[in-house]
Nanobody, 124 residues
Framework: QVQLVESGGGLVQAGGSLRLSCAASGSISDIKNMVGWYRQAPGKERELVAT???????VFANSVKGRFTISRDNAKNTVYLQMHSLKPEDTAVYYC?????????????????WGQGTLVTVSS
């Protein structure tokens, strides 16, 4: 089993900053990738915020480029999202996602594992 726990959300005024953390626990060796961060605002579909791609590259939503930074600490099995210059439209539940191998054979593919989410509310 792999569990992901997000933390760091809260209420912040526009222009402020927050750092979110996503810590993985359980069967860490089953993790294929700590993919990164997504968010879902009320009435909206879940969207990519910032993720790691192959080769160490990163992918950011256009709406957060230049404001958000994604990082990871492999020793702690943790992914971070540093958010600056927050805007009201950043208000959402932020989720982290990992790809987890289905079996030890690695032949059955992987599944997406999500954390419970952490709420970020940005006031105007």
């Amino acid at each position: 089993q792999v569990q992901l726990v997000e933390s760091g959300g809260g209420l912040v005024q526009a222009g402020g900053s927050l750092r979110l953390s996503c810590a993985a626990s359980g069967s860490i060796s089953d993790i294929k990738n700590m993919v990164g961060w997504y968010r879902q605002a009320p009435g909206k579909e879940r969207e990519l915020v910032a993720t790691f791609a192959s080769g160490g590259s990163t992918v950011f939503a256009n709406s957060v480029k230049g404001r958000f930074t994604i990082s990871r600490d492999n020793a702690k099995n943790t992914v971070y999202l540093q958010m600056h210059s927050l805007k009201p439209e950043d208000t959402a539940v932020y989720y982290c996602k990992a790809e987890v191998w289905r079996t030890l054979t690695r032949l059955a593919g992987y599944v997406d594992v999500w954390g419970q989410g952490t709420l970020v509310t940005v006031s105007s």
